[in-house]
């Protein structure tokens, strides 16, 4: 078994035209296989399409934990999905992932050696529930990301979700990440936020030579997309967001208090490693680390009393 | 605009700015070189601005001028910068 064994069939693959690249969609295939294929077969019809326009799209890539393999295994409906429609429609890049932002990092890699300069990489979140209405109205409004960048000569699309105030992700976005992105990284926060409410997105396209300087970067294994947009700004990229919809999360992702404290901490993880590689080759940036360390545990302090008493 | 999208059909799109308290409002975008002459809006009798574009498939980055203020469009579907750097607002056309 190859750890990361991609089943290529790139013979669709065409000439890029000199005018414009090519779009490589990328799907995270969920990690916890829902009960039902209503979803699944909704974003597939998708990915089909999309694998039938070679002329814009190269062949779609579908990441696939190993683990959610395994724990199928004798599942003849899911073997039987995976057969006629995964791997009918899309390349299977099989792989031990840690997270999903492994899974992004192992899927958007493989298409970018794949790819060339001018190409876009459409990431596409498996774990929604694209066979509701609302999610068919998202799924048709998806392919406007990757084609932002290609027509507006954009780095990085995020695609906006809209969710009431009261919404855990919005809640934790709003309390916790962004509170501490005004901490460790005051301007370019400010920057995102003229942006985008929700830094932490799944929907996004990137252009190939932001993705290449992207993947050379450290890579995190979780909270990426605001990685992206920090790096973005701080390398004055071009930013756009677009509005996709309304949608939730699969009743199987639903927020815990857990693991809504969780993803606060992961944040403050992430940003805090990124501070230090930036600033710890300067004279005297221990003090300065020592102190937003201090501000930046009373914002999570605060955000998990916030969350504590939001998520009740 | 590029000659790729000749054969594309206009789509008519209504453009709605709502500032009532506003003397002059125009309309600017990549589909008039952010020319504030280019397309004043007109005022309705609700005291909101409209103007009415056929636009090309694809996605067109656009602000209202206010007063001689570029505005974004709170209502608008995405966010970008134009090639000044300002923040402006997205309409996909389809």
């Known amino acids: 078994m190859g750890q990361t064994a991609l089943t290529t069939q790139e013979a669709g693959r065409k000439p890029i035209s000199a005018l414009r690249g090519k779009i490589h969609p990328i799907v995270i295939y969920p990690f916890r296989q829902p009960a039902h294929y209503t979803d699944l077969e909704a974003l597939y019809r998708l990915v089909a399409r999309l694998d039938g326009d070679k002329a814009k799209y190269c062949r779609p890539v579908t990441v696939l934990d190993r683990k959610t393999h395994f724990a199928h295994k004798s599942d003849e409906r899911f073997s039987q999905f995976r057969k006629s429609v995964v791997e009918k429609f899309s390349d299977v890049l099989d792989a031990w992932c840690v997270d999903t932002c492994q899974m992004w990092y192992g899927g958007l890699g493989a298409a970018c050696e794949r790819g060339q300069p001018g190409d876009v990489y459409w990431l596409i979140p498996g774990d929604f529930n694209y066979g509701s209405p609302i999610g068919q109205e998202v799924l048709s409004r998806l392919h406007d990301l990757p084609e932002i960048i290609l027509e507006l000569d954009q780095d990085l699309c995020i695609g906006e979700i809209a969710t009431d105030h009261a919404h855990s992700k919005q809640l934790i976005d709003t309390y916790g990440t962004f509170a501490l992105l005004y901490t460790w990284f005051p301007g370019e926060a400010n920057e995102i936020r003229q942006f985008t409410e929700r830094p932490r997105s799944e929907f996004f396209a990137i252009r190939h030579e932001f993705l290449r300087e992207t993947l050379a970067d450290r890579w995190f294994p979780y909270e990426q997309t605001v990685v992206m947009l920090l790096q973005a700004v701080l390398r004055e990229k071009r930013i756009s967001r677009f509005f996709v919809g309304n949608i939730t999360d699969l009743p199987e992702e639903g927020e815990t208090l857990s693991s809504a404290l969780q993803q606060v901490e992961r944040t403050e993880h992430v940003l805090k490693t990124l501070w230090r590689e930036r600033h710890e080759q300067s004279l005297g940036w221990i003090e300065t680390y020592r102190c937003l360390e201090a501000q930046s545990e009373q914002a999570r302090r605060t955000a998990v009393t916030i969350l504590q008493n939001a998520l009740k | ?94």
């Open chain 2, 1 to 94: 605009m590029p000659s790729l999208n000749y054969h594309k059909p206009l789509r008519a799109i209504n453009f709605v700015c709502l500032a009532p308290q506003a003397k002059v409002v125009s309309l600017v975008g990549d589909f008039n070189t952010w020319d504030a002459a280019a397309h004043p809006m007109k005022q309705m009798p609700d005291r909101s601005w409209l103007i009415t574009m056929e636009l090309k498939h694809g996605h067109h980055r656009y602000a209202f001028v206010v007063d001689g203020v570029l505005t974004l469009d709170p209502r608008a579907q995405g966010v970008t910068r134009n090639d000044k750097g300002e923040r402006v607002s997205l309409v996909p056309v389809s």
